[in-house]
């Protein structure tokens, strides 16, 4: 499919490297591309990045009939552009997109997109330690109407937008509040799926953590409340002992793509990974007994981020005394070498943008 591409006549002055955020800056540019019924995917375009006009009824408003995806480019030291395993991106989106009967994107197709967005708006990329351009893939269902069915048109988009760290803490550990009380997600429903509906109905926990003074919230499964899930932007790995444990993936949290790469880093250094239920209750032992040695999360805004803190129920356990693990650091220095491209891609997951 050809992609057309509409330059903009009024660039935007760029931000300080220096002083990134995240997700408040875009780029000059956006990709479109439409769907319709009987005709499928069609019209592939990029445009100046502008308001959307819609419908006051149209169902995405409505009904959250919506899926997305997060990734990042980086420009490496002699100026190459490098996207870390879109084509996972754009797989997952699929598996999303089947649970929210929207229909599926070819992935070459949706890297190609990618790419090209990128690459019109490549000038965006920062280069400063740390920094790179976050892309955000996101499908919206567009039919004006009132009424509970699929869409019968969506619009699949692409805007991009430099940033910085994600936590104010950087790699410094984070404080995480494990929730007791709301749920998340359950066996069935929306959990591994990457859509809005997941991350509204962690709100409400999310505020109440931070004023309480914490990063984030530590979700627990939403039957018995005993299990370990995922944090809200991250899926959670927990060195105990000589093991690294992460919950196993069952249809209620998310199928990292940064968590995939840490268990296949871990295991080529030898390093015993187990994908299994664990409970808090077995975590808090295991700080009991000395055996807790780091906590961390994984996620493709922070990368790795480790967990010093967590708070259930009123109990505080301190993690490694509060500092980031030498595993911990290990892990976040090999995959954000490979990104930014000084070191060595052995899983061959980059891709240049060219």
């Given amino acids: 499919m050809t992609i ?24 000059d540019h956006m990709f479109i591309m439409d769907y319709t019924e009987g005709m499928g995917w069609h019209d592939a375009r990029i445009i100046p990045y502008a308001p959307l006009l819609v419908d006051p009824a149209t169902m995405v408003l409505h009904y959250g009939q919506a899926v997305f995806e997060g990734l990042k480019a980086y420009k490496t030291k002699d100026g190459r552009i490098l996207l870390f395993r879109p084509e996972q991106n754009m797989a997952r989106i699929n598996i999303s997109n089947d649970r929210l009967c929207i229909p599926p994107l070819d992935i070459d ?5 990618i790419k090209a967005v990128v690459k019109v708006d490549q000038d965006w990329i920062p280069d400063v330690e740390g920094t790179s351009l976050y892309i955000r893939p996101f499908i919206i269902a567009t039919d004006p109407y009132l009424g509970v069915r699929p869409s019968n048109t969506y619009k699949f988009m692409i805007i991009l937008g ?4 994600y936590y104010p803490e950087g790699i410094d550990p984070v404080k995480i509040y494990v929730e ?4 998340r997600a359950v066996l069935g429903g929306l959990g591994f799926a990457k859509t809005p509906a997941n991350y509204a109905a962690s709100l409400k926990a999310q505020v109440e953590a931070k004023y309480k003074g914490y990063t984030q919230v530590l979700w627990l499964d939403g039957v018995e409340k005993k299990y370990v899930e995922e944090v809200g932007t991250m899926n959670v790995f927990f060195v105990i002992g000589d093991e690294v444990v ?3 993936l069952e249809g209620s949290i998310l199928p ?4 995939d790469s840490t268990i296949t880093l871990l295991k080529s250094w030898g390093i015993k990974v187990s994908e299994r239920r664990v409970s808090i209750q077995e975590l808090y032992e295991a700080h009991a007994q000395g055996i807790l040695k780091e906590a961390f999360g994984t ?3 922070a990368v790795i981020s480790p967990i010093g803190e967590l708070n259930w129920d009123g109990n505080q356990i301190f993690v490694n005394d509060g500092k980031i693990g030498d595993l911990s650091q290990r892990i976040y220095d090999n995959i954000t070498g490979v990104q930014n491209g000084t070191l060595d891609d052995k899983f061959g997951w980059t891709v240049e943008v060219k």
Avoid at 4 to 27: A, H, R, V, Y
Avoid at 162 to 165: L, S
């Fill in 299 to 301: 996620g493709t805004a």
């Fill in 180 to 183: 007791s009380g709301y749920v």
């Fill in 256 to 259: 990292g793509i940064t968590r």
């Fill in 4 to 27: 057309t591409i509409e330059k903009t006549s009024s660039p935007k002055q760029k931000p300080d490297q220096n002083n990134l955020g995240f997700g408040e800056i875009f780029t």
């Fill in 109 to 113: 197709l949706a890297v190609d997109a």
């Fill in 246 to 248: 992460t919950p196993s």
């Fill in 162 to 165: 430099p940033v910085g760290a």
